[in-house]
């Protein structure tokens, strides 16, 4: 096989799979749209696209068993005119015996062309992992090799892990001048292409233990700060500190452990209740405190129903709003780990009820905390400190939600004003 056959059966099996992951999570769209027949039609035609490399395979083994069985027949012709020929010299046993090694001989030459092509599809999957093992930067390397080459001297890293034992002790954050963009900057047709910039000359300064909340419309960038600060998001200008460390001169590893990150779709692993409330097995030895953060928010009863903590975890077993305060027991029993707690619309899946019983247990549980927190809900950040208000990447307004909201014109007013007239104090 050629090396472009090689890789075809890889590269043609992945559209189907593709098409059909897109019609399971579009499927109600598509019929109620009548986009059936049509879906099932390029299905069609891209799994008959996939199986033409299997197809051809398959012709080339039969049309090589047939050359090898002619050959063979061909040969045992021969060895028998030789035998008829020469019978007075040669035995009958030595002519079977031939005949029987010339047919199983033929037999093993078959089988060793079919595995050898077999072999040959397989070595292209595997030259695949290979190249992207090899090709593929690990996060890490990357991140210690930025800090010790690419930085100036004046700000590369004299920090090292055993330095960050404690840190940060108070939570203070400062952002100056934030830029950051996800698409780089490149060529395109001979120019400099720009690149969409998620932050853009975002500059804050966060007080130790201050709630804040973020919020704007939809692509304002709020989740790209909270990016920006796990360093996932990397900054094309300016520098965020906390405790007065710029994070750009931290190893990930510890930094990313020391933040305290709460997002919508949060990892689960696999494992027992106990291994996914506490993954680092820091304090799942107290079994008290794991079960009273757990009633705390009304999750307790029901895991002890599942089975307890060392049941087997599945998501099936909770809710989506449950699984939502499953993590923040996570949170929680993670909070002497560092003094930052990052939301990202920790309560979007909860009841009004519940969500108030959320925002008390944050508080009293977070209070010597810095906080951040994103919130499409208004009401979640109306008792924090201050809010901050994105669009564009650009931090257009802050202040208390207050007073903010005694500010005729004011953003933060605007938003609150088009989630009232939605019904909902959301955007």
């Known amino acids: 096989m050629t090396p472009i056959s090689k890789k075809a059966p890889l590269r043609l099996t992945q559209p189907p799979s593709t098409h059909f992951l897109e019609t399971l999570s579009g499927l109600p769209t598509l019929r109620a749209h009548a986009l059936t027949n049509p879906s099932i039609t390029h299905s069609h035609a891209l799994?008959?696209?996939?199986?033409?490399?299997?197809?051809?395979?398959?012709?080339?083994?039969?049309?090589?068993?047939?050359?090898?069985d002619l050959a063979t027949a061909a040969l045992a012709v021969l060895v028998v005119g030789l035998a008829v020929r020469l019978r007075a010299t040669v035995s009958v046993g030595l002519t079977g015996v031939s005949l029987v090694q010339l047919i199983s001989f033929t037999e093993t030459l078959?089988?060793?062309?079919?595995?050898?092509?077999?072999?040959?599809?397989?070595?292209?999957?595997?030259?695949?992992?290979?190249?992207?093992?090899?090709?593929t930067t690990d996060e890490v390397e990357e991140d210690a090799s930025r800090r010790g080459m690419a930085m100036p001297p004046e700000g590369r890293s004299r920090v090292s892990e055993t330095d960050l034992n404690g840190w940060?002790?108070?939570?203070?954050?400062?952002?100056?001048?934030?830029?950051?963009?996800?698409n780089v900057t490149g060529q395109r047709d001979g120019k400099q292409a720009a690149a969409t910039k998620a932050l853009d000359g975002v500059s804050l300064s966060i007080r130790p233990g201050e709630k804040i909340g973020i919020v704007g419309r939809t692509g304002s960038g709020k989740s790209s700060l909270l990016?920006?600060?796990?360093?996932?998001?990397?900054?094309?200008?300016?520098?965020?500190?906390?405790?007065?460390?710029?994070?750009?001169?931290?190893?990930?590893?510890?930094?990313?452990?020391?933040l305290i990150a709460i997002t919508q779709d949060q990892f689960v692993l696999p494992g027992t209740v106990r291994q996914n409330l506490d993954p680092l097995g820091t304090v799942s030895a107290d079994d008290a405190v794991v079960e009273s953060a757990l009633a705390r928010l009304g999750l307790w009863e029901t895991i002890r129903d599942n089975g307890g903590l060392d049941a087997e975890f599945t998501e099936e077993a909770l809710s989506h709003g449950q699984r939502q305060l499953f993590f923040l027991a996570r949170a929680i029993l993670r909070k002497e780990a560092g003094r930052v707690v990052l939301l990202d619309e920790a309560t979007s899946s909860v009841d009004a009820?519940?969500?108030?019983?959320?925002?008390?247990?944050?508080?009293?549980e977070f209070r010597d905390h810095t906080v951040i927190a994103i919130a499409h809900r208004l009401e979640t950040v109306a008792d924090f400190n201050r809010v901050v208000v994105l669009d564009k990447g650009r931090v257009v307004e802050v202040g208390n939600p207050r007073d903010l909201l005694l500010q005729a014109g004011g953003r933060f007013r605007e938003l609150w004003d088009a989630s009232k007239q939605s019904g909902r104090q959301d955007v």
């Open 47 to 68: 799994i008959d696209r996939s199986q033409r490399p299997f197809y051809i395979l398959l012709l080339t083994q039969q049309w090589l068993t047939l050359v090898l």
């Open 168 to 182: 940060p002790d108070c939570g203070a954050i400062e952002l100056r001048d934030v830029s950051a963009s996800y």
């Open 353 to 364: 009820h519940t969500e108030r019983v959320v925002k008390d247990l944050i508080r009293e």
């Open 110 to 135: 078959k089988m060793l062309i079919q595995f050898w092509t077999s072999l040959e599809t397989s070595i292209g999957a595997v030259a695949r992992i290979k190249n992207f093992s090899e090709e």
């Open 227 to 258: 990016l920006a600060l796990l360093r996932l998001l990397p900054l094309s200008s300016g520098t965020i500190s906390i405790d007065g460390t710029p994070l750009h001169s931290l190893p990930l590893l510890p930094l990313r452990s020391a």
